[in-house]
């Protein structure tokens, strides 16, 4: 068992693991973190299945360097089909960490939760080698994912 990267709590085989795997999300707040757990995974077929028809890109490329370390779910609501979720999203490449905020769109279509669009903002991470990392694992940074 392995501990699923949304940082749920869950092990993978019972969070994200089945909604990678064809079953309906059951709010928006679910859907983000399977989403942002495809992310940390490189699991692009399943981010593109999850985007709503009429958004999707053509082709999704993702920076290979680019990892997913943490999901900060800020607030998320539904009402009737329609939800969202306000997430910060810490991730690390060739220039550092950097944060995703956004509050993104959602839309129930036939049982199924999609993605439709957000309004990100990225924004550059300083931390200190003492300091936490953002990757929750309790240690410092400069013992993880520095």
């Known amino acids: 068992m392995s501990a699923c990267p949304c940082q749920s709590g869950l092990d993978y085989a019972h969070c994200c693991q089945p909604l990678h795997q064809g079953k309906p999300a059951a709010s928006p707040e679910a859907l983000m973190r399977s989403r942002f757990s495809a992310f940390a995974l490189k699991n692009t077929d399943y981010i593109a299945r999850s985007?709503?028809?009429?958004?999707?890109?053509?082709?999704?490329?993702?920076?290979?360097?680019?990892?997913?370390?943490?999901?900060?779910?800020?607030?998320?609501?539904?009402?009737?089909?329609?939800?969202?979720?306000?997430?910060?999203?810490?991730?690390?490449?060739?220039?550092?960490?950097?944060?995703?905020?956004e509050r993104s769109r959602f839309v129930r279509e036939n049982g199924h939760w999609y993605y439709l669009d957000g309004t990100p903002s990225v924004s550059a991470l300083k931390r200190g080698r003492n300091d936490p990392c953002p990757c929750g694992s309790g240690k410092k940074f400069k013992k993880c994912c520095g």
């Open 51 to 101: 985007w709503h028809l009429s958004q999707r890109p053509v082709g999704l490329d993702l920076d290979d360097d680019q990892q997913w370390l943490a999901l900060e779910i800020i607030a998320s609501g539904e009402e009737g089909d329609t939800g969202w979720v306000h997430f910060c999203a810490t991730s690390k490449d060739r220039q550092g960490l950097s944060a995703l905020e």
